[in-house]
């Protein structure tokens, strides 16, 4: 592939069909918004800077999200048509390419491969353009390829201006498309919005192209799930459920064993090590990154988390930008919030939750506690209902525990407090003062014993006074 492409990404439409106020483009499926797999895929025929996002509808929000991997934008100010999008691009476009690729923003599923395929195809003919087609059961939506008596592609007509007999025609166009750049921009000016519609429809430049005696080519793929388009929120389910089959089928084949894998969330950008075992119902969303040899627990949800080999999450966790060290365990039900690392070897068990904590190696949080804001030494055992008090209505407070400590279960710690290494907190404490090192500190009242005090509260009869 010697010549040079530029791509064009239709992403202006609202999507009246998705019935939201969020541009279809940017809605998400498999992790990422529609438009950014779109772009995963045209990175593989053309650099960011010869690849051109046509927003209009929310175009500030697109720019944003696009604007870090360095693509131009096309400004496209009233959506009227698939032709006007490209058509408003027509200052930057023309003249920089041998061969302009136009790419539906709604199509996500497309695959890299197919794209080189495309353009390959198209570099090796005698061709005005070629567009990717495929035979739908149900092309309802689709514009349809008419093909002339001896099977040459002549027009494609769309939904809205087909005849029933065209409209019982099975071979869609998918919205790919690859023109010869020079005869696009040639003929550009035929594109009229004469359709019910009153759109200018790209498609119509296919019959443009044909009329002026170019070849049209289909490139005909056979797995046409590669190529739905999302119109609809039913549509957008099943595109998402496409790409978590796709993701969890990668993963296996790349050594990670699976449970019941349809019931598991795994996004684009994750990353899993070597027999790793995911449980069932387990999402492992955004950025997450999982060691070798991990056990990922049922239900558990790792959000743009760090996990390093040897890790057990315990079913019902939860970890958000997070990093969990070699050999740590969380959970079962553990929240860690973010900024929070659980050291190696470290483990914090059920109904702890940690926010911006770091958890030393060895220590140990089984149950029942509160630390924010806090520091845990190495070795260091919290106890059941520990309570990092961190927050005076005003301000957050760190608490700092050293190690080999031992914090006695329903202990309070009231930052900002220093808890030194080696010292014991009696349990039931509030501790509001340094604890210096390989001491003890209670703080709490004394217990009292009354002898013979329910005795003597009933009466010498034994009446008692229920108040009932
Ligand atoms: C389009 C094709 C149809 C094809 C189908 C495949 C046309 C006229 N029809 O129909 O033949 O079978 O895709 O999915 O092209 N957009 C803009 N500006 C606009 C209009 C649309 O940027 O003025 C963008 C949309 O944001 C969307 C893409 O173009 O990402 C496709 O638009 P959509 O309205 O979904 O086209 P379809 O009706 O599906
Ligand atoms: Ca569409």
């Known amino acids: 592939m010697n010549s040079r492409v530029s791509v064009v990404i239709m992403a202006a439409g609202l999507g009246t069909r998705m019935r939201s106020r969020m541009a279809k483009v940017l809605h998400s499926a498999g992790g990422q918004t529609l438009v950014e797999h779109v772009l995963d895929a045209a990175a593989a025929i053309a650099p960011p800077e010869r690849t051109y996002v046509v927003i209009g509808y929310q175009a500030d929000e697109v720019r944003a999200l696009l604007t870090p991997r360095g693509v131009r934008f096309i400004h496209q100010e009233r959506q009227l048509g698939t032709g006007h999008a490209v058509m408003c691009g027509e200052r930057q476009l023309q003249g920089n390419s041998d061969w302009m690729v136009v790419l539906n923003g709604d199509g996500p599923l497309l695959r890299p491969e197919t794209l080189t395929s495309l353009v390959n195809f198209a570099a090796s003919r005698e061709v005005g353009a070629v567009m990717i087609t495929a035979d739908l059961e149900d092309p309802t939506g689709y514009g349809r390829v008419i093909r002339d ?116 969330t795994v996004d684009a950008r994750v990353k899993v090590g ?37 890790v057990t999450v315990h079913p019902f966790s939860m970890v958000q930008e997070g990093r969990l060290c070699s050999g740590a365990q969380v959970g079962p039900y553990s929240r860690i919030r973010p900024g929070s690392t659980v050291g190696p070897g470290a483990h914090v068990g059920n109904f702890v939750e940690l926010k911006k904590t770091h958890v030393g190696a060895g220590a140990k949080a089984m149950h029942l506690a509160y630390l924010g804001d806090c520091t845990v030494g190495e ?54 003062e340094r604890v210096p090192a390989g001491s003890l500190a209670l703080g709490r009242a004394r217990q009292v014993v009354k002898q013979g005090w329910v005795e003597k509260r009933r009466g010498p009869t034994g009446s008692s006074n229920s108040a009932d």
């Open 274 to 310: 070597m027999d790793t075992i995911i449980e069932p119902f387990a999402r492992l969303l955004g950025v997450t990154q999982v060691g070798e040899n991990c056990r990922i627990g049922a239900h558990s949800i790792l959000m743009n988390a760090e996990i390093e080999g040897g």
């Open 379 to 432: 070795r260091t055992n919290i106890g059941a209902g520990t309570i990092t008090c961190n927050f005076d209505g005003v301000d957050k407070h760190q608490t700092g525990i050293g190690k080999d400590a031992f914090v006695g279960s329903n202990a309070t710690l009231v930052a900002p407090v220093e808890v030194e290494d080696g010292s014991y907190i009696a349990a039931g404490s509030v501790i509001t």
């Open 149 to 264: 008596q001896v099977g040459r592609v002549a027009a494609i007509v769309e939904e809205k201006a087909g005849t029933p007999e065209q409209l019982a025609v099975k071979e869609s166009n998918t919205g790919q498309y690859c023109f010869r750049s020079d005869l696009f921009w040639k003929h550009v000016t035929q594109l009229l919005p004469n359709n019910p519609a009153k759109e200018y429809y790209l498609t119509d430049m296919i019959g443009i192209l044909i009329q002026a005696g170019h070849a049209v080519e289909a490139f005909k793929v056979a797995d046409a799930s590669e190529l739905t388009g999302i119109n609809n929120r039913v549509e957008l389910a099943r595109v998402d459920a496409t790409f978590r089959e796709r993701k969890v089928r990668q993963l296996m084949l790349d050594g990670v064993t699976v449970q019941n894998p349809e019931t598991v």
